[in-house]
């Protein structure tokens, strides 16, 4: 197959999948935001409509999105062996035109936001790390049913400042990730030219600070003790 066959194939599929994953964490972000109480009963109500769907769709989703992560991965790693590989010795004069310490430092920012995510998976997910505060074993009244305490199990972990900081550092990493990830998608694809890259790099720059602000306030929040 072309696409993987060959380093701009595969350069494809990696921007493709890169920003799948930039959409999940729009929407991740917007569900998470419920936590403020925009929505009726807050982010318990969104934890339950979630976990309401029909089992199949909801494997279905997460088969899909482990499979949009393991993609994305891979080929970042034979593309950075590759990029390597081609330049055995360093140049007598590095150029640094267009290089950024984000764009310089992509496979590290992916290796933080993949531990994290992994971290997180543990943490809130499958609930495995702090058994005693897991909303599956605390539950509370939600429009006459009882439900799992996803509120009281948020609040109790980012009230730990060590998890708020590991949370703080993700973030960072995600936010670099994508300032460069999100232009780059463009370049990739060829849709961006010497007079539309400036605006992409600053749009891609400003989803990328909108998500870490989005991201961190939950945390921060609850260390300030707006949330509890």
């Given at each position: 197959m072309q696409l993987t066959s060959s380093s701009i194939g595969r350069k494809v599929l990696m921007a493709i999948t890169g920003q799948a994953m930039v959409l999940f964490a729009v929407v991740h972000l917007l569900g998470n935001s419920s936590i403020f109480g925009w929505l009726n009963g807050g982010i318990n109500a969104y934890?339950?409509?979630l976990h309401s769907m029909p089992l199949p769709i909801i494997i279905g989703v997460r088969l899909i999105l482990l499979a949009i992560v393991c993609v994305h991965i891979w080929f970042?790693?034979?593309?950075?062996i590759e990029n390597r590989g081609g330049r055995p010795q360093q140049y007598a004069?590095?150029?640094t035109q267009k290089v950024t310490f984000s764009s310089e430092n992509m496979i590290w920012t992916g290796v933080i936001i993949l531990a994290f995510l992994l971290y997180h998976l543990a943490h809130f997910t499958f609930q495995c790390l702090n058994p005693e505060t897991a909303a599956l074993k605390n539950l509370v009244p939600l429009h006459n049913e009882m439900v799992p305490n996803v509120m009281g199990m948020v609040v109790s972990g980012f009230k730990n400042v060590?998890?708020?900081i590991i949370y703080g550092i993700a973030m960072a990493g995600l936010?670099?990730?994508l300032k460069h990830g999100i232009?780059?998608?463009?370049?990739?694809?060829?849709?961006?030219?010497?007079k539309s890259q400036p605006v992409i790099i600053k749009l891609g720059s400003l989803v990328a600070l909108v998500l870490f602000f989005g991201y961190v306030l939950i945390p921060l929040s609850i260390l300030a003790g707006i949330l509890k």
């Open positions: 934890a339950e409509h970042a790693i034979q593309l950075t004069v590095k150029s060590f998890v708020s936010f670099l990730h232009q780059s998608f463009f370049q990739t694809m060829g849709w961006s030219c010497d």
